[in-house]
């Protein structure tokens, strides 16, 4: 049977966080995302049953930890250090008999595999089910995702689509071709229905926290943003938020450089709650117990007169609060005649509301490159970082930056010039710093432009790709294993003194990687 011939009297949904695949030498976390209390949220208010099950955790009072987060099961078909986190197989396929369509959110590359599994296996034992996937990795591996038992791809937001589908399930309207925003198989062949979006994102429900295994996350204590340091002896209730969807920006390594028209639609442009929403959003939180709230907007300083209005709710309702994902260092600024200067009212107002950590991406320290890939997104001959990583320390926020390297065309001289503005940084008052490999992730203007131009070989894969793995351009201007060897070498140089795990894992990631008596040869030249 298949998605057109599907009929359901009451479709029993269940969305799904998929099992983890990381290498050994990683720092397994879980997933962390939204998509799938957004959906159950949408599910639930137009009246249709729902649940979320996070594969990597299991049902909370029925899969112990040990069985679940903490089994790791080796994946040698994929690469000798990889692991499989979480259920097991047949915990799985227990779980989704009683339900008619499994919903699985497609973020992250690195956990392609398992969602492609994930579908195979349902499939050769449930084969009237339907699976439907979600999220950029979904939209742009469909063709893989439909060869591996799934029926139905989402090519932009899901929650208008979802719930399209429930009613099609039940009642064969409206047709498969009018439901909004997605792509599935007929015959063997391909369609793919034109998309629709929400301007007003109040108009989509509040996402359903309360499912999601907060206790476990909260027990397993390792959070997106990192360590906090700020409830010690105790584990810190926390969750994440999103104020706002898409980005000024278009930086050509993010998926947002992918999202500005076509079947994904406008879903990369700026759009925002109103801050009334963000207040509910904040006291419903308040009413599930969280303390820490990791605000997970792509750029959610781009409003400041929006921001002083949140900020004000945030602090109304106590929280700690941390920026996970988007802080973009010129919106830390404000313009005084040709240059930029910090902007101290708002990051007393930061802090004040209960922001005490940030990562700030630099992105790299040649001008050429932040242009190029970055979307000109900060100018070094208008904005001095160094002064704002003082400024910042001072007042008393942990920062940490990230920086990127590994670029197609980035010469020897440039990735230098990003090793040296990290160490100036580090000096200024930085607490830690990452470095990050570039990546061509599927849905990226990069990974269209590389695979076009043949520097991306025609027969990658996407278990290669990751942060923080070796870059898979072709004719790189830099030797490959000297760019690894360097980037592993300044890291642990510039991270001497830092011991969270976190860290610790990159670290021990360099030392796996090269001879003790190398890095310990190469840090006295350094030092010299």
Request: hydrophobic share 40%; proline share 5%.
């Amino acid at each position: 049977m298949g998605i057109q011939d599907a009929r359901f009297r009451h479709p029993r949904f269940l969305c799904c966080h998929p099992p983890l695949q990381y290498t050994t030498d990683e720092l397994i976390r879980p997933d962390g995302t939204l998509a799938v209390a957004y959906l159950d949220a949408a599910l639930s208010v137009a009246g249709f049953h729902c649940d979320i099950l996070d594969m990597s955790i299991g049902r909370p009072g029925t899969d112990p930890l040990e069985e679940t987060f903490y089994r790791a099961i080796p994946l040698p078909q994929v690469s000798p250090d990889m692991v499989r986190i979480g259920m097991s197989d047949e915990r799985i396929l227990k779980e989704v008999s009683d339900y008619d369509v499994i919903a699985v959110t497609s973020i992250f590359t690195q956990q392609t595999s398992r969602c492609l599994d994930l579908g195979k296996l349902i499939k050769s034992v449930f084969p009237s089910k339907i699976l439907i996937a979600g999220g950029v990795n979904a939209r742009s591996l469909r063709e893989h995702f439909f060869d591996n038992g799934y029926d139905l791809v989402c090519v932009s937001e899901g929650e208008q689509p979802v719930v399209a589908l429930a009613h099609y399930l039940r009642s064969g309207s409206p047709a498969l071709d009018r439901i909004p925003s997605v792509s599935y198989r007929v015959g063997g062949k391909t369609f793919t229905n034109p998309t629709t979006l929400v301007d007003d994102l109040d108009e989509y429900p509040i996402p359903s926290w309360e499912k999601l295994p907060n206790d476990q996350y909260w027990k397993i204590n390792r959070l997106w943003g990192g360590k906090t340091g700020w409830l010690e002896g105790r584990e810190p209730r926390y969750a994440s938020i999103f104020t706002s969807r898409g980005c000024p920006f278009s930086c050509k390594y993010c998926h947002i450089s992918g999202e500005r028209g076509g079947e994904a639609g406008q879903i990369g442009s700026l759009r925002l709650h109103s801050v009334e929403r963000v207040e509910q959003e904040l006291i419903k939180l308040k009413g599930l117990g969280v303390e820490l709230v990791y605000v997970n907007d792509d750029s959610f300083l781009a409003k400041k007169p929006r921001v002083y209005e949140i900020l004000k709710r945030i602090r109304k309702y106590n929280f700690l609060v941390a920026d996970v994902n988007g802080v973009n260092i010129v919106h830390l600024h404000k313009r005084e005649g040709n240059r930029l200067v910090v902007d101290i009212e708002l990051l007393e107002a930061l802090y004040d509301a209960g922001f005490r950590r940030f990562g700030l991406p630099f992105e790299s320290g040649t001008q050429r490159l932040v242009d190029k890939y970055s979307s000109a997104k900060w100018d070094m001959n208008t904005l001095d970082p160094i002064i704002l990583i003082q400024t910042m320390e001072k007042m008393g926020f942990t920062v940490t930056g990230n920086f990127m390297i590994g670029y197609p065309d980035e010469t020897l001289g440039e990735l230098t010039n990003t090793f040296l503005l990290a160490r100036r940084a580090m000096d200024a008052g930085l607490t830690a710093c990452g470095f990050f490999m570039v990546q061509p992730f599927p849905g990226t203007a990069l990974f269209d432009e590389t695979l076009a131009s043949g520097q991306l070989p025609s027969n990658w894969h996407w278990d290669q790709l990751g942060w923080s793995k070796q870059s898979p351009f072709n004719d790189l201007p830099i030797d490959r294993d000297l760019l690894k060897y360097t980037w592993s070498l300044v890291f642990r140089l510039l991270n001497r003194d830092v011991r969270n795990e976190e860290w610790s894992a990159q670290m021990n990631k360099a030392r796996s990687i090269y001879a003790t008596d190398a890095l310990n040869a190469g840090e006295t030249g350094l030092r010299a």
